[in-house]
């Protein structure tokens, strides 16, 4: 009976300990709201085209900070494979070099998400970028865990407080161009159309400066260099 009752404790200890090491402050959300699991692997592959950085394939993921106060948050990645274009990650505050190759595991820097905050995860593949004529096929797929940033006292560096969520991202593209919507990557939001300042509907932006229309019917300005 008592090694019965060891044995029952270890195991109980052992979850716990392994339950642990998943902290919720940070989770994985689609646009809806919906948490994207520890584990999950999240398969995409919509092509939008971005008015600086061409035709990409976007994750569609947000992250939102669960808590009752303000926390930083960074994403640990590593591109496991990729077939042509370019792996991008911006968030939460600055973009990072793009991945060409299968790489080692990489972070963001970290920022500061408000209580209840769901930020935009601006996370893509690039499968052709602005100018090119040659576009990706196939996949592209990479692993995202989230992890809670703490300041260290005296300074402006930060070390890990504890690890959140890790989800694998497959972006795949079969080379179609059905269906090529469009999104301003500052926004998340889809673009129904293009204009120019005299109101000249455009096929696709010009240099300068164009009128970008949203599909929730806001409107913003946006220079093309």
């Not at 494979?81 to 911006?90: D, L, P």
């Not at 408000?114 to 592209?140: I, Q």
């Not at 809670?148 to 005296?154: H, K, L, R, S």
């Given at each position: ?56 394939i ?57 209580a ?6 601006e ?46 991202v497959v ?47 806001t ?7």
């Amino acid at each position: 009976m008592k090694k019965l009752f060891t044995l029952c404790a270890a195991m109980l200890m052992g979850s716990a300990m392994a339950f642990g090491q998943v902290d919720q402050t940070f989770q994985f959300v689609d646009k809806d709201g919906n948490v994207v699991a520890d584990g999950t692997t999240w398969t995409v592959s919509e092509k939008v085209e971005d008015l600086g950085k061409g035709t990409m394939i976007p994750s569609e993921l947000y992250v939102k900070n669960t808590s009752g106060e303000a926390a930083n948050v960074a994403v640990d990645y590593q591109v496991t494979q990729i077939s042509g274009g370019s792996f991008m990650i911006c968030f939460p505050l600055t973009c990072k070099l793009p991945v060409t190759d299968a790489s080692e595991l990489l972070s963001t820097d970290p920022g500061e998400l408000a209580a209840g905050e769901v930020k935009f995860m601006e996370t893509e593949w690039v499968v052709k970028p602005f100018g090119s004529d040659v576009e990706a096929t196939g996949t592209c797929t990479a692993t995202l865990q989230l992890k809670v940033m703490e300041q260290i006292e005296g300074s402006f560096k930060y070390e890990v407080k504890a690890y959140g969520p890790k989800i694998t991202v497959v972006f795949s593209n079969e080379g179609t161009t059905d269906g090529i919507g469009s999104v301003d990557a500052a926004t998340g939001k889809k673009v129904e159309a293009y204009y120019s300042l005299s109101g000249r509907r455009l096929r696709v932006p010009q240099k300068g400066l164009n009128i970008v229309k949203f599909a929730d019917g806001t409107a913003r300005k946006v220079v093309v260099k």
